[in-house]
């Protein structure tokens, strides 16, 4: 059985490696400029373990209490993102386990983050709404973009990567991450070093490399359905 999930995980790996690459290919972009992130929430530590032995050091979740479990559990060498929705009261807990935290949205969840980074810088990404009605799901409305970042850059101990965004429901990827591109650049004009774009998931990441993705969040693509 386990044997067979091993194989399972390793196929899939490889099968979503090709599509990055072939996406990199089209997009005339550098493979070694997009960084794969396995989104391993509601999945077991054996299977992270799998990828672990397969060279994956970058791991996604959406939940403090069963992330923190599952890190105390795996190499010290992990790096591991923080995407889920923020709440005050994790915040804490998760600046303790996380190096990357993807979705920051408001001001005083930096603060914080900033406050309880101590000395250890935490990168985070600003997660940018791409909703008709922007923040209706998370993510910064893209009016509010430029004044949160400004803020943010104040701060101690915070390294600010570059945005983050999840395709909204009602429009395709497509044009959506088209959109994304287009803030994304009027963003770096301003926040050159923050250069990042943290975009894609199982569904759209072929579409977020065209659009300049550097990051993507892969999870059921790669781990199956939840
Ligand atoms: C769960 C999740 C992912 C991964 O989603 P899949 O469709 O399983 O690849 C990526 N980003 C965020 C913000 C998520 O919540």
Redesign the pocket.
């Known amino acids: 059985m386990s044997l067979d999930r091993k194989a399972e995980i390793a196929a899939n790996l490889s099968m979503v490696r090709e599509k990055i690459n072939a996406a990199a290919i089209q997009s005339k972009r550098n493979l070694s400029d997009i960084n794969l992130?396995v989104?391993s929430?509601t999945f077991p530590v054996s299977d992270i373990q799998y990828l672990y032995d397969l060279g994956v050091r970058d791991f996604?979740e959406?939940r403090d209490q069963e992330a923190s479990s599952k890190v105390s559990q795996l190499p010290k060498d992990v790096n591991w993102h923080f995407?889920?929705q923020i709440q005050s009261n994790k915040l804490k807990s998760i600046t303790s386990w996380a190096s990357y935290i993807?979705?920051v949205d408001q001001f005083k969840y930096a603060k914080m983050i900033s406050g309880f980074a101590a000395e250890k810088i935490k990168s985070i990404f600003l997660q940018i709404s791409l909703d008709k009605i922007p923040e209706i799901r998370g993510g910064v409305d893209p009016a509010k973009l430029q004044e949160l970042a400004s803020q943010i850059s104040q701060l101690p101990n915070i390294n600010l990567m570059g945005l983050?965004a999840?395709a909204p429901l009602e429009e395709g990827a497509d044009s959506a991450f088209a959109r994304l591109a287009t803030y994304h650049q009027e963003f770096v004009k301003n926040f050159p070093e923050a250069k990042y774009l943290s975009a894609?998931?199982?569904?759209d990441?072929e579409s977020a490399i065209l659009h300049g993705a550097t990051h993507i969040?892969?999870?059921?693509?790669?781990?199956g359905n939840?």
Not at 200 to 203: K, Q, R, T
Request: net charge positive.
């Open positions: 992130i989104v929430k996604g959406n995407q889920g993807h979705s983050m999840v894609g998931m199982s569904g990441y969040r892969i999870g059921s693509s790669i781990l939840r």
